[in-house]
Structures are given as structure tokens and as C-alpha cells.
């Protein structure tokens, strides 16, 4: 149940990002909204479609792999430093296994 609200609450939240990246930033920060926005929300719906599966493992690197990936970028777009950068990575690699992780749970 809490993992499917992180869930909703984490596509909101790409929303958000991904409108405030088209029309209230400028920059490099346009950039750093609009990827975090789509890895976000693909991850969200992703983690919902893994929970309806019951494949909570994946749902989860999902939800903490897009929050990571996400947040970093939203953060250097609100001027936090671009040290950050490197953790985002860490996030992304959260996502490649919940990826692989849904692939083994399907394998059958």
C-alpha cells in the first residue's frame, strides 16, 4: 500500500518537475528537469505496473532508484551543487536492477 502512494506521489511529483522545467526555468536546469521528469514518471508507472504484479522487489528499486536519480538532478536545478551529479548515477543503477531484477521475476 505505502509503496503504491510513493509511487503516485513520485509521478506527481515528475509532473511538476517536468512543467516547471518548459515554463519557469532557464539553463542547464531545463535539461536536469526534463530527464529527471520522464525517468521519474516512466519508473512511477512502472513500480505501479510491478506492484499490480506483486513484484514488490523491482516496485521498490523503482520508486528509491527514480527518487535518487530524480532528486539530484531537481536539486542542481534549484542551485544545489553540481557535486550531486554524482550521485545520480546511483539511482540510475537502483533502476537497471529493478529492471533486471522484474526481468528475472518474469523469466517463468
Known amino acids: 500500500m505505502i509503496l503504491g502512494i510513493l509511487a503516485a506521489l513520485s509521478g ?11 515554463h519557469g526555468a532557464s539553463g542547464p536546469a531545463v535539461e536536469w528537469l526534463k530527464t529527471g521528469g520522464q525517468y521519474q514518471l516512466i519508473h512511477a508507472v ?3 505496473v510491478a506492484l499490480r504484479m506483486e513484484a514488490r522487489g523491482p516496485a521498490s528499486l523503482f520508486v528509491i532508484g527514480g527518487a535518487i536519480f530524480a532528486v539530484t538532478l531537481y536539486l542542481m536545478a534549484l542551485g544545489a551543487p553540481r557535486w550531486l551529479g554524482a550521485v545520480t ?11 533486471l531484477w522484474l526481468a528475472w521475476t518474469l523469466r517463468g
Not at 506527481?12 to 518548459?22: M, R, S
Not at 548515477?89 to 529493478?98: H, R, V
Open 89 to 99: 548515477p546511483i539511482g540510475g543503477l537502483l533502476l537497471i536492477g529493478g529492471w
Open 12 to 22: 506527481a511529483i515528475a509532473v511538476a518537475a517536468g512543467a516547471f522545467g518548459a
Open 46 to 48: 512502472v513500480a505501479l
